[in-house]
């Protein structure tokens, strides 16, 4: 017997986990509250205001927000030292102007974010009560934090300041509301950046022939699709935003993208940011006498890293999955919080609550069946690597 199974014997555990099952409304009915509370990185506010609420009310100790709009609350161990601090990001990839109608088709829900990470959210809110109301006792210290700006340009800067604020003595679970029965200690690199091209510009009849931005924009993007990338280490590139021009009867002065390359190997990444830098220098020179040119900024960088699958906290969640009947694990790379304690070789691993699926799509799903083994999971990790005191 593991330690896990004999944690899960344990009566308040036992209670813990039929509760899971037998809150399967209520708990959904949260998620869907957290859903319907617009969250796009850097306007987390209000989604954050309802967590701090929601702390509160349960009793969590030291709840408080930081001046990002993180959110902090504490279940209290017995020691102060080594915490082990449980975070879910707030934000999601869809502006405030977004319909997050959530529609009902057989078992499954859809809607933007509902996810990623609305139902990570709720994760951290159900853990916090089910351990205060199943009178639990840790050995250690439990952070509930909800961070923001792991989406889109956030850069992870709500990770990075739990982090910078518990430091190395610390253990870190990442909730993700999807990737049930996925498990991820391995963060893959990411660097990214805005390509702006400036011309001259002029009208579309009476300049004819003069140099568009819009139009060398597109050169630039088809000769990004046109790089080779290896598909082991796994190397991608995407062009997720541009924008420019003033009318459509005007040769554009300006025009801009934004651009993501990720990699599961450091070097593999920077030989493709090198790549890119090539047909940008090289634009530059050929196409100078036209009025052409092209800047290049880096507007956000996710650091890789990565701990053994031997490490104590991976096989727990391991044990932890195989307890609540998930057979099939799957091991995953990723770019999530994790990039940032994992980045400093501090021990962190991700965790799926239930399956989903069309991430950062208006049709984002989620088939909430597996929840209560997802939440039931999370607290066996918690109980596991925070110190639980069984008989």
Same mark, same amino acid.
């Given at each position: 017997?593991?330690?896990?199974?004999?944690?899960?014997?344990?009566?308040?555990?036992?209670?813990?986990?039929?509760?899971?099952?037998?809150?399967?409304?209520?708990?959904?009915?949260?998620?869907?509250?957290?859903?319907?509370?617009?969250?796009?990185?850097?306007?987390?506010?209000?989604?954050?205001?309802?967590?701090?609420?929601?702390?509160?009310?349960?009793?969590?100790?030291?709840?408080?927000?930081?001046?990002?709009?993180?959110?902090?609350?504490?279940?209290?161990?017995?020691?102060?030292?080594?915490?082990?601090?449980?975070?879910?990001?707030?934000?999601?990839?869809?502006?405030?102007?977004?319909?997050?109608? +959530?529609?009902?088709?057989?078992?499954? &829900?859809?809607?933007? /974010?509902? #996810?990623?990470? !609305?139902? =990570?959210?709720? @994760?951290?809110?159900?853990?916090?009560?089910?351990?205060?109301?199943?009178?639990?006792?840790?050995?250690?210290?439990?952070?509930?934090?909800?961070?923001?700006?792991?989406?889109?340009?956030?850069?992870?800067?709500?990770?990075?300041?739990?982090?910078?604020?518990?430091?190395?003595?610390?253990?870190?679970?990442?909730?993700?509301?999807?990737?049930?029965?996925?498990?991820?200690?391995?963060? +893959?690199?990411?660097?990214?950046?805005? &390509?702006?091209?400036? /011309?001259? #510009?002029?009208? !579309?009849? =009476?300049?004819? @022939?003069?140099?568009?931005?819009?139009?060398?924009?597109?050169?630039?993007?088809?000769?990004?699709?046109?790089?080779?990338?290896?598909?082991?280490?796994?190397?991608?590139?995407?062009?997720?935003?541009?924008?420019?021009?003033?009318?459509?009867?005007?040769?554009?002065?300006?025009?801009?993208?934004?651009?993501?390359?990720?990699?599961?190997?450091?070097?593999?990444?920077?030989?493709?940011?090198?790549?890119?830098?090539?047909?940008?220098?090289?634009?530059?020179?050929?196409?100078?006498?036209?009025?052409?040119?092209?800047?290049?900024?880096?507007?956000?960088?996710?650091?890789?890293?990565?701990?053994?699958?031997?490490?104590?906290?991976?096989?727990?969640?391991?044990?932890?999955?195989?307890?609540?009947?998930?057979?099939?694990?799957?091991?995953?790379?990723?770019?999530?919080?994790?990039?940032?304690?994992?980045?400093?070789?501090?021990?962190?691993?991700?965790?799926?609550?239930?399956?989903?699926?069309?991430?950062?799509?208006?049709?984002?799903?989620?088939?909430?069946?597996?929840?209560?083994?997802?939440?039931?999971?999370?607290?066996?990790?918690?109980?596991?690597?925070?110190?639980?005191?069984?008989?």
């Amino acid at each position: 017997m593991n330690h896990i199974e004999q944690i899960a014997l344990e009566p308040c555990v036992q209670s813990a986990i039929t509760q899971f099952r037998t809150r399967q409304v209520d708990n959904i009915n949260l998620i869907q509250a957290i859903q319907q509370i617009p969250a796009p990185t850097f306007a987390e506010a209000e989604r954050a205001a309802f967590v701090e609420s929601h702390m509160l009310a349960l009793g969590l100790h030291d709840v408080r927000q930081d001046d990002l709009h993180n959110v902090y609350g504490r279940f209290p161990g017995q020691h102060r030292r080594a915490p082990l601090i449980i975070t879910a990001h707030l934000d999601t990839v869809f502006p405030l102007e977004t319909d997050l109608r +959530i529609r009902e088709n057989g078992r499954l &829900l859809s809607g933007p /974010g509902i #996810g990623d990470n !609305s139902t =990570g959210v709720a @994760g951290l809110l159900l853990l916090a009560k089910s351990l205060i109301e199943n009178q639990i006792q840790l050995t250690n210290d439990v952070w509930l934090v909800a961070n923001v700006c792991e989406e889109g340009l956030g850069d992870l800067r709500g990770i990075r300041a739990v982090v910078e604020k518990f430091g190395q003595s610390a253990k870190y679970i990442i909730v993700e509301g999807g990737l049930f029965g996925q498990i991820s200690h391995q963060a +893959i690199g990411v660097r990214r950046f805005r &390509l702006e091209v400036s /011309g001259p #510009g002029g009208h !579309s009849w =009476g300049s004819f @022939g003069a140099a568009s931005a819009i139009h060398v924009l597109g050169h630039l993007i088809s000769a990004i699709d046109k790089l080779p990338v290896p598909t082991s280490p796994r190397t991608t590139y995407n062009v997720g935003i541009i924008e420019g021009g003033t009318s459509i009867n005007t040769i554009a002065q300006s025009a801009a993208l934004q651009l993501d390359l990720r990699s599961e190997e450091p070097s593999a990444l920077q030989q493709l940011v090198d790549s890119v830098t090539d047909i940008v220098q090289q634009t530059n020179q050929l196409r100078r006498d036209e009025g052409i040119h092209v800047t290049m900024t880096a507007i956000g960088s996710r650091p890789p890293g990565q701990i053994s699958r031997h490490t104590a906290l991976v096989k727990t969640a391991v044990d932890a999955l195989h307890y609540v009947g998930s057979q099939g694990i799957t091991f995953m790379m990723g770019s999530t919080d994790a990039n940032v304690p994992l980045s400093k070789g501090f021990t962190a691993v991700v965790l799926g609550l239930t399956e989903s699926g069309n991430a950062h799509r208006l049709d984002e799903f989620i088939d909430p069946t597996r929840l209560p083994d997802g939440l039931s999971q999370l607290l066996l990790v918690t109980l596991a690597t925070a110190g639980f005191p069984h008989r």
